[in-house]
């Protein structure tokens, strides 16, 4: 059995390798040090703001705190691929401001749209997609590749991520 680590212990060795007491992570949070003490002994657990306001402060994500693995992107074998109605390309947009955008856009959309006469803009958010090299991200689609094609964070902050499942 292989036992996996609990979000306290992570919490715990993140605010050690960051050079935090749990007073200091408690003052920076405006609560109490003794809730930081029961978060990483596992008793009790930070509300989802607060959670993300732990991710800031550490400058993770909040899928790091909670120990969650990202999916690696990977080969599918010609015979074991998915339908490719079944496929949807899926693209992530988080802004520093707030602004949480998903698309969930089947595959076969995608290249309706692409060879479309008149395709016209694909924006998510403030962001336009035009950039985007739609042949390449269909070619690896075609050659079964899934997972994680692109993850890019601006300047600004903003991360705009685009996989395939």
């Not at 680590?5 to 935090?20: D, I, N, P, Q, V």
């Not at 969650?68 to 080969?75: H, L, Y």
């Not at 949807?88 to 692409?114: E, H, Q, S, W």
């Not at 269909?138 to 685009?162: C, F, P, R, Y």
Request: proline residues 3%; hydrophobic residues 40%; contains cysteine.
């Amino acid at each position: 059995m292989v036992k996996t680590e609990s979000f306290g212990s992570r919490l715990a060795a993140t605010r050690k390798s960051c050079g935090f007491t749990q007073e200091e992570l408690a003052e920076r949070l405006n609560i109490s040090p003794q809730a930081v003490s029961k978060w990483e002994n596992d008793l009790t657990s930070p509300d989802l703001d607060t959670l993300s306001r732990i991710a800031e402060i550490f400058d993770i994500s909040t899928d790091t705190l909670l120990g969650r693995v990202k999916k690696e992107t990977r080969m599918v074998e010609a015979g074991k691929r998915k339908d490719p109605d079944q496929i949807f390309l899926r693209i992530k947009v988080n802004t520093k401001a707030g602004d949480k955008v998903m698309l969930n856009l089947p595959v076969m959309l995608v290249k309706a749209f692409k060879d479309s006469n008149d395709p016209g803009h694909l924006t998510v958010g403030n962001y336009s997609l035009d950039n985007i090299d739609w042949d390449q991200i269909l070619t690896l689609v075609d050659q079964g590749v899934m997972g994680e094609l692109i993850s890019v964070e601006s300047a600004d902050g903003d991360l705009v991520s685009i996989w395939v499942e």
